[in-house]
């Protein structure tokens, strides 16, 4: 089993190095041949959105020790069944401390699934920080009870302020604001969004476990 410590589940990263010392990043793709998934180790990112991802939670965490697993590319349209699929296999064959999930589905045909794949993960003490879809409405797996659900506000300007919430499914409000982010192709671009917002949290989070830890 490999041990690491964040799980970035999105479109992969740019392997493109800018600083030959960088550390190359590890993964694998899943993605549907014939009706059964694949594993493959093609992470290259040719959206952007992984890529963006990958680099807040890169910045701001102290933990280095990133997995991305690649479920979709060139869209940020998000497979139910191949979803669950990277659930599963992380909970066989990744011990990891944290899963980063910046997207979520508004339309959940087996709700049930997704939510065991989820606490399968949390009650191997794996914590599962998703954002909410952009247009405020409910989407999955944020909204699952056991799993950290993250949105935006205005109010939150810099990468650590957050603004905790309480009685509804949403747990924490973070920076999604227009902001510069890398993008494909190594380019920066500007773009908000609760995925980035959800990014910061996980990087957060992954700081407050590391202090636990030492």
């Known amino acids: 089993m490999i041990e690491v410590d964040i799980v970035i589940i999105d479109s992969g990263i740019d392997i493109r190095k800018n600083n030959e010392s960088e550390i190359i990043p590890q993964g694998i793709n899943i993605y549907k041949q014939n009706g059964k998934h694949i594993i493959g180790n093609n992470i290259m990112d040719s959206y952007g959105h992984g890529t963006a991802?990958?680099?807040i939670i890169k910045k701001h965490s102290c933990l280095e020790r990133i997995f991305n697993v690649k479920i979709f590319e060139n869209d940020d349209s998000i497979d139910e069944e191949t979803l669950v699929y990277a659930l599963r296999y992380i909970?066989?064959?990744v011990k990891c401390k944290i899963i980063n999930l910046s997207m979520g589905l508004k339309i959940c045909n087996e709700k049930k699934i997704l939510m065991k794949a989820c606490n399968d993960l949390i009650e191997r003490n794996t914590v599962i920080v998703a954002?909410?879809?952009n247009d405020g409405c409910y989407s999955f797996p944020a909204a699952f009870e056991k799993v950290i659900g993250v949105s935006s506000n205005y109010k939150c300007t810099d990468a650590y302020s957050f603004e905790v919430v309480?009685?509804?499914p949403i747990n924490i409000l973070a920076k999604g604001g227009y902001q510069r982010v890398k993008w494909h192709n190594s380019n920066n671009t500007v773009l908000g969004g609760n995925s980035f917002a959800c990014a910061y949290v996980t990087a957060y989070i992954s700081n407050l476990i590391a202090?636990?830890?030492?």
């Open 131 to 133: 954002a909410f879809d």
């Open 91 to 93: 909970k066989e064959n």
């Open 166 to 168: 309480e009685g509804g």
């Open 53 to 55: 991802v990958y680099n």
């Open 211 to 214: 202090d636990k830890d030492m």
